[in-house]
C-alpha cells in the first residue's frame, strides 16, 4: 500500500536481455565471430555461419542497428533497384534478397525503375541519400559508365551485365544459349516456321535470346524470316497482341518461342482465341521457368532462368563486397525443361 491507501502496482519481472555473449556461448564461437558475422563482414565456414544464425534464432536475440551503425559507420540497409516489383520474375529475385540479407540483420529498400534509365538514375540518387551500404540493381537499364560511377562511392552489384571492379561486381546469366537450347529443342522436333516474339530489344538480355533464335536457324540450315519475328515487351498482352499479328497477316508458322513466360502465356491465350490447340497446332516454348508455368495446360516448356537464386547471390556478393572481399558467385547455366506445350511438328 502507498500512503494514500491505494494498492501498488505489482511490476512483472522483465525478461533479462540477450546478449551478443550468450549468442557466441551457444554458438560455440567468439563474441567478435558473432558480431563480424552478424555485420556481414566475416569470412568464416558456412557452419560457423549457421551455427550463429541458428543461435539467434534460439535465443531470440535482436541486433541493434541503431548501435551497430554508430559503432561501425553502417546503416546496415541495402538499396535494391528492379524494374517491376510486380513481376514475378523480379518477385522471385527479391525473395531471394531478403531470405540472403536477413539471417546478418541487413534490410532491403526496394525501389522500381519501370525500365526507365532516367527513373533508375533517380533511384540510385535516393537510394545513396538514405546511405545505404551498397546497392543491387537488377537488369539495369542505364550505362556502363554510370553504374561504374555510381560504384565509385558504394558497393554495386548488378546483374545481366559483364562489369568488375574494386566496388563492383555483375551476375550474368546466359541467355544466348538458353535461347538457342530452347530454339534448337523445336527444331529437333521438326518445326522450321518457328515464330519468335522477343523481349526490348534495348535491353542487353532480350538482344542475347534473339541472337541465340537466329544462330539455331542458321546452324540447322533454317533461312530467316523476319516476318516471323515480333516485337515484344515482357508482357502477356504482347505476346497476345502477336499472336494476332500473326494470324491477321496470314503468316505460316507451326511453333512459337516467347523471350519469357508471360508473353508465352498471352500468346497461348491468343492461340487459344484462334481456335488453335497447344500443342496440336502449334508448339510453344517460354523462357524464365515462372513457378506458375508448370501449372499452365498444357505445362510449358521452357528454359529454367534460376530467379531466387539470381537474388540469393546478387545479396551475397553485396555483403562480400561490403567486407572487402571480391565475390566469386556465377549463375548456373540455363536448362531446358521440356513439357506437354511442345510437340513434334505435323507432317
Known amino acids: 500500500m502507498n500512503k494514500n491507501n491505494m494498492p501498488t502496482a505489482v511490476r512483472a519481472p522483465t525478461k533479462a536481455p540477450v546478449t551478443l555473449e550468450m549468442v557466441a556461448k551457444l554458438a560455440g564461437v567468439s563474441p567478435s565471430t558473432v558480431s563480424r558475422i552478424l555485420n556481414g563482414t566475416a569470412v568464416v565456414s558456412d557452419a560457423k555461419r549457421l551455427a550463429v544464425v541458428e543461435a539467434t534464432k534460439t535465443l531470440g536475440f535482436v541486433p541493434n542497428p541503431l548501435a551497430r551503425g554508430l559503432a561501425g559507420g553502417r546503416t546496415f540497409s541495402i538499396g535494391v533497384v528492379t524494374q517491376a516489383i510486380d513481376s514475378p520474375f523480379y518477385g522471385a529475385a527479391l525473395r531471394g534478397i531478403e531470405d540472403e540479407l536477413d539471417p546478418v540483420g541487413y534490410s532491403p529498400l526496394f525501389m522500381s525503375a519501370h525500365w526507365n534509365p532516367s527513373a533508375e538514375a533517380r533511384c540510385l540518387e535516393v537510394l545513396r541519400a538514405r546511405r545505404v551500404d551498397g546497392i543491387v540493381v537488377l537488369m539495369p537499364r542505364l550505362s556502363d559508365e554510370a553504374l561504374q560511377a555510381c560504384a565509385q562511392a558504394l558497393p554495386v552489384v548488378v546483374t545481366g551485365r559483364d562489369l568488375r571492379g574494386e566496388q563492383l561486381f555483375s551476375l550474368k546469366f546466359d541467355n544466348f544459349t538458353g535461347a538457342l537450347r530452347a530454339t534448337e529443342h523445336l527444331i529437333a522436333l ?5 515464330a519468335f516474339i522477343s523481349g526490348d530489344e534495348e535491353h542487353p538480355d532480350a538482344s542475347e535470346r ?11 540450315g533454317i533461312a530467316f524470316d523476319p516476318e516471323l519475328v515480333l516485337p515484344g515487351k515482357y508482357h502477356e498482352i504482347s505476346g497476345l497482341e502477336a499472336v494476332h499479328h500473326l494470324i491477321s497477316r496470314k503468316c505460316k508458322f507451326t511453333a512459337i518461342f516467347a523471350a519469357n513466360d508471360q508473353m508465352a502465356s498471352g500468346a497461348a491465350l491468343g492461340l487459344f482465341q484462334n481456335g488453335l490447340q497447344v500443342p496440336e497446332d502449334v508448339s510453344l516454348v517460354g523462357f524464365d521457368d515462372l513457378p506458375t508455368s508448370v501449372y499452365a495446360t498444357p505445362p510449358l516448356s521452357t528454359i529454367h532462368q534460376p530467379a531466387y537464386e539470381l537474388g540469393r547471390l546478387a545479396a551475397a556478393s553485396i555483403l562480400q563486397l561490403i567486407a572487402g572481399t ?6 548456373p547455366p540455363p ?8 510437340a513434334p511438328a505435323r507432317p
Request: net charge positive.
Open 326 to 331: 571480391q565475390p566469386t558467385a556465377e549463375l
Open 210 to 220: 534473339h541472337r541465340g533464335y537466329r544462330a539455331a536457324l542458321q546452324a540447322a
Open 190 to 194: 521438326g518445326h522450321t516456321r518457328i
Open 335 to 342: 536448362e531446358l525443361l521440356v513439357r506437354g506445350s511442345s
